[in-house]
């Protein structure tokens, strides 16, 4: 109720403003019009025959009053504008008065400068395969899981070939998988697998869980392209890059062992001067061979090298100063094989060609040069090719 005659307030004060301004328009057509007709009748006075001053200007006075009595309206006529303003104001009442509060609540709400915001449509991207967009390690031990594929589908997570759970994508075609049972340190190879129609990622996720816990730990996305760091170690410990073994052969190449964080990548310097990079296996091993020439005996060295994440920026290194010693003249040195190595790999950091691992399976009489054993001695011959 209070509605209406808020309305009808309104609606008062509106119709008086419209009968003032209809009446003060209607003055003003009137004077116009008076001023037009003596102007008229000037001009017409030009042309007649002189007369008294005084006769004149009686004649002109009554024939100007007489004409705009003839012309003016008389009665209603003289006020048909504000008298149809009122009408129609009144016809506008009476609409509202019949109409329901329903409607004239819509009215209200249509006429107010509050702009309504339209509500937020997120678009939905569906991917072709399975993706991966989180694989963290947790305080726990624990991984958490997330990616993307195709709305309201199920999806399997592979843990190294072997279906560990199936979860359901939502309305936006994401999943999470977290299970609450500790992973045991080690490498894991996680990938995932659509179901109905059955459809395989493309990339896969290495992970290292690292006994000293997930400040430690690493994981990997790799793809055709290569590998994206996921999970960065934020704390480093000794032994997580260390050096086992420098050799510097008589052919002016330097060869270092050691151990690192899997999948990462360690690069070698002597004295500042890049030499490589080569990639630490899963086993945490890496081997990296470079030419340096030939060194002055006596004359000190500071062999540099550092650990990197997918990023590129350095987490650890390692320096190790010596003096070159005088060389012995011997034309072989020894290796000792670890988890994961292959011959190609110890003859290109050694030989400076992988191609060349038949000369050392022929000195260490390996029948089948795919087939090495961890810890097992290999000479390798490197006076063969120091001339080559």
């Known amino acids: 109720m209070s509605k209406n005659n808020t309305f009808f307030k309104r609606l008062k004060r509106s119709t008086e403003e419209l009968i003032n301004l209809s009446i003060a328009q209607q003055n003003s057509w009137m004077e116009k019009r008076r001023n037009f007709a003596r102007r008229f009748l000037k001009t017409l006075n030009i042309f007649a025959r002189p007369a008294p001053k005084e006769e004149v200007d009686t004649k002109v006075v009554s024939a100007t009053i007489n004409e705009q009595n003839e012309k003016r309206p008389s009665g209603i006529s003289a006020y048909w504008f504000p008298i149809s303003c009122v009408a129609l104001v009144i016809l506008l009442a009476i609409w509202v008065m019949i109409t329901p509060l329903k409607s004239v609540t819509t009215v209200a709400t249509t006429n107010t400068s509050a702009v309504v915001p339209e509500p937020v449509v997120r678009k939905v991207e569906e991917v072709s395969v399975p993706t991966f967009d989180i694989v963290r390690i947790e305080d726990e031990g624990t991984v958490v899981?997330?990616?993307?594929?195709?709305?309201?589908?199920?999806?399997?997570?592979?843990?190294?070939?072997?279906?560990?759970?199936?979860?359901?994508?939502?309305?936006?075609?994401?999943?999470?998988?977290?299970?609450?049972?500790?992973?045991?340190?080690?490498?894991?190879?996680?990938?995932?697998?659509?179901?109905?129609?059955?459809?395989?990622?493309?990339?896969?996720?290495f992970v290292y869980i690292s006994p000293r816990g997930y400040k430690n730990s690493i994981s990997l996305l790799m793809s055709a392209d290569g590998s994206t760091l996921l999970q960065a170690p934020t704390l480093l410990a000794d032994g997580d890059l260390s050096v086992s073994k420098i050799d510097y052969l008589d052919t002016g190449r330097i060869v270092v062992n050691g151990n690192a964080l899997p999948r990462l990548r360690v690069s070698l310097a002597l004295n500042d001067k890049y030499l490589g990079v080569a990639k630490v296996s899963d086993h945490k091993y890496f081997g990296l061979g470079a030419d340096v020439g030939q060194l002055e005996i006596g004359k000190k060295y500071t062999l540099t090298i550092r650990l990197h994440d997918g990023d590129g920026r350095t987490i650890a290194q390692v320096g190790h100063t010596f003096e070159m010693p005088e060389m012995t003249g011997d034309d072989n040195t020894y290796y000792t094989v670890r988890k994961g190595d292959c011959l190609w790999v110890i003859a290109r950091n050694f030989l400076r060609k992988g191609v060349l691992f038949s000369i050392i399976a022929e000195r260490n009489n390996i029948e089948n040069?795919?087939?090495?054993?961890?810890?097992?001695?290999?000479?390798?011959?490197?006076?063969?090719?120091?001339?080559?």
Do not use: H, M
């Open 145 to 205: 899981i997330a990616g993307r594929w195709v709305a309201n589908r199920n999806i399997s997570v592979l843990i190294d070939d072997k279906v560990v759970a199936t979860e359901r994508t939502d309305d936006n075609g994401e999943f999470v998988y977290a299970p609450t049972r500790k992973f045991e340190t080690g490498n894991y190879t996680i990938s995932l697998i659509g179901v109905d129609p059955e459809v395989k990622s493309e990339e896969n996720v």
């Open 369 to 388: 040069p795919d087939l090495i054993y961890p810890e097992q001695l290999l000479q390798i011959p490197v006076g063969e090719v120091k001339n080559e």
